[in-house]
């Protein structure tokens, strides 16, 4: 098998082409992608964009370059489709801080409520779920909620917490977080901001309230790069997945972006080293094997794509 070392970029760029042509593939990826693979991708997006685009895609074959959560939303939303992911092991640190049985049993235990759970979930977690929100839209579908309604919100308390501040809610928070989004360092957030004194700070409301707090403009992936792209301000700086910088600065060339680090961070940067596991090589073997592919249990599918639809169909 080729190595990526004796293989150049642009070369793996040809062959992913060719064979996305042979054998009418679509591939969708994240923002939080390394910037080669947002290049080869046909879509690129958020966990919302993605869900939408996957539910009108007319191909047989997608290959989703993200976590494996969201190449098992592509499949409940896809079923008669082959989805594959370049990398199995691409997980999630919050889908996996909500277990499903876990979950259940908390449901179990707070009787009444209506569930509202995060995209970054299982497919398990999305069948006992009755609305499935992004970052993008989980304001506006939690407000479309009567003001009285009892609300269980899984599994970021980061984001439902930020949620309940927005919107006066008082929603039931499960105890998760994403291990990128929670690590920002406040400390060197201060420290930036004192070095760009001109700087806005673009932040996503996985982050930790101390940090948002900070902020001046809180939203999902999608919502910085639009705030970067229509703003007259020149300089961000950008606690969110690193990735999203290549599109930010794609899109406006002539505007600077600095990565708010982690609190442990070495690089300056704050990487998903899961988001990370995607590779040009991988992608292109994963479309010449047409493996790894995705499967949902059926009875599981049939349960969770109802939130999904709910959640389409709000936003």
Known sequence: MTSTKNTSSKTLK???????KEKGAIILGHYYQKGEIQD??????????????AYK????IVVMCGVYFMAETCKIICPDKKVLIPDASAGCSLADSCNADDFRKFIEE????????YVNTSAAVKALTDIVVTSSNAKKI???LPKDEKIIFGPDRNLGGYINSVTGRNMLLWDGACHVHDRFSIEKLAELKRQYPKAKTLAHPECRKQ??????KVGSTAALLKFAIESEYDEFLVATESGIL???QKKCPQKKFIPVPAEDSTCGCNDCNFMKLNTLEKLRDCLRDETPEVFV???IAREAIKPIKRMLELS
Do not use: N, R
């Not at 040809?14 to 996305?20: D, M, P, Q, S, T």
């Not at 895609?57 to 047989?60: F, L, Y």
């Not at 707070?110 to 759970?117: D, F, I, L, Q």
């Open 14 to 20: 040809k062959e992913i082409e060719a064979l996305k």
């Open 40 to 53: 080869v991708a046909d879509y690129i997006g958020d966990s919302l964009a993605l869900a939408q685009q």
């Open 57 to 60: 895609i007319d191909a047989p």
């Open 110 to 117: 707070h009787p009444g409520h209506t569930v509202v759970s």
């Open 142 to 144: 939690i407000e479309s």
């Open 211 to 216: 940090l948002l707090i900070l902020a001046d």
């Open 246 to 248: 290549h599109e930010m």
């Open 297 to 299: 249990d059926k009875s």
